[in-house]
């Protein structure tokens, strides 16, 4: 008993040995994000990553900032749909919110006029879930991408873009005439008998 217990330890000690310090120590995983990214930053909390960013809208939307609403939502939950407050809605003022870049501000109020009351707050909801967190994630989420929407910078329509829609506009005129006509020829006939 006591020579095996020596034996095990000596095939310990030599395979210990073998080890490097850092596999002596610790575990690490090949698809650590220090292999994965070799020149990166691994400690990307400390990091202050708003000064880095170029000016203008970062996505950050600030919650603190934000009216946010909570109520029975007429979507999915079984049992408990008339219980829990899942649905929500977020408003905020346009113009007094000092997050979005005012280059984006006037952009934002033309492009979102359906969904900004008179009072001039631009207004959300979403109840796809029973969950009342992504709910309000989904309604920032759509913020966000409204934001970035103005952001983009699109090109005028050419003639000949223009063209083609004009075209296919008539058409869907011409079709949606035809059809009323064939309608009435039909009630006309219901008449005649």
């Known amino acids: 008993m006591a020579l095996r217990a020596f034996c095990n330890k000596c095939l310990f000690n030599s395979s210990f040995k073998q080890l490097t310090s850092y596999q002596r120590h610790g575990f690490k995983s090949v698809y650590s994000i220090d292999k994965i990214y070799p020149n990166s930053n691994p400690d990307i909390l400390k990091e202050n990553r708003l000064e880095t960013v170029k000016p203008g809208f ?4 600030p919650v603190e900032k934000l009216e946010i609403k909570s109520s029975r939502g007429s979507g ?3 049992q408990s749909v008339n219980k829990s407050n899942n649905k929500v809605e977020i408003r905020f003022h346009v ?4 997050w979005i870049p005012d280059n984006l501000k006037d952009k934002f109020l033309e492009q979102e006029k ?3 009351n008179k009072e001039g707050y631009f207004i959300t909801m979403s109840h796809k879930t029973r969950k009342h967190i992504l709910n309000q994630s989904d309604c920032i989420n759509k ?3 409204a934001i970035y929407e103005c952001m983009i910078e699109r090109e005028p329509p050419s003639e000949e873009h223009l063209e083609k829609l004009n075209k296919r506009l008539e ?5 949606r005439l035809r059809e009323k006509r064939s309608h009435s020829l039909k009630k006309q006939d219901r008449k005649t008998l």
Request: proline share 5%; aromatic share 4%.
């Open 171 to 175: 058409k869907q005129q011409r079709e």
């Open 114 to 116: 359906n969904r900004i």
């Open 143 to 145: 913020i966000r991408t």
């Open 58 to 61: 970062t996505g950050f939307i």
């Open 76 to 78: 999915p939950g079984g």
């Open 95 to 98: 113009v007094s919110a000092d």
